[in-house]
Structure formats: C-alpha cells, structure tokens
C-alpha cells in the first residue's frame, strides 16, 4: 500500500532516531500483557509517524520497497498500545493488541516456526539453589 506522505514525523521525535544507511529503524513488535515478541520490522519517519498517529501498525518493507500497515491484506491487524525509543534511538519497541497471526506465514509470531538449537551450558535461573 503506497500512499503519500501525510505530515512530518515530529522533530523533537526525529532528532531522537538512529536511522540506518536506508533511513530506517528497527521496530520490535511485542503482545500487551505477555511481553511476547510477534514479529520484527522496519520503519522510515513516515511509518513511525502514522503508527504515532493512526493507532495501527505501520512499516516500510524493505522488499517491495513501500508503505504498508499491518493487516491490510492479511486481517491480521496490530492495534498500538505503546511506542518506545531504546537507549541508544536505534529501535523502538512498539506494544500492540493483535489480531491474529502476527507472521505473514499465519503463525502466531514469526518467531514459532523455526527454533534454534541451543548447546551452550545452561545457567540457572536467578535465585535458584543449585
């Protein structure tokens, strides 16, 4: 979905940002209430503003070079709770109510589909007796 520019991304909120070579930031896609993370995405000034703005989710896909706001196409819509800057202004975590799978694969997230295996020791958790 490319649409134009509606108004400026705010400046006190832009000369926050850490943008990369392509001008974006990395956002970090969480569940209200769990804390789980649903998805990762990408988002110029213009996608961080209407997500400012509008309440729903909105990205620039880095593939098809364009706007586009979550569910869309798929149903599967992201509603805003939260925005927030990391320490360094080089990703935001953006907490949302989400409707369906948040993956455009269906899943959940994007994260249910392919686990790593882990051989590293585990370390038990804090204030565990071992």
Known sequence: MTTAPTTALAPDVAAQLKRDAAGL?????????????????????????????????????????????????SGAVQHVVSVALDCDGDAL?????????????????????????VSAPQHPAPGSVL
Do not use: I, N, Y
Not at 43 to 53: C, G
Not at 62 to 68: A, H, M, P, T
Not at 95 to 117: E, I, K, M, N, S
């Open 25 to 73: 930031v990395c956002a970090v896609v969480q569940a209200r209430g769990t804390g789980e993370v649903l998805m990762v995405g990408w988002m110029d000034d213009e996608a961080l503003h209407r997500t400012l703005t509008t309440g729903r989710a909105w990205f620039w896909s880095r593939s098809r070079g364009e706007l586009w706001r979550k569910g869309d196409t």
């Open 93 to 117: 975590l953006v907490t949302v109510d989400q409707t369906g799978g948040a993956c455009h694969t269906g899943d959940r997230t994007c994260f249910d589909a392919r686990p790593l295996p």
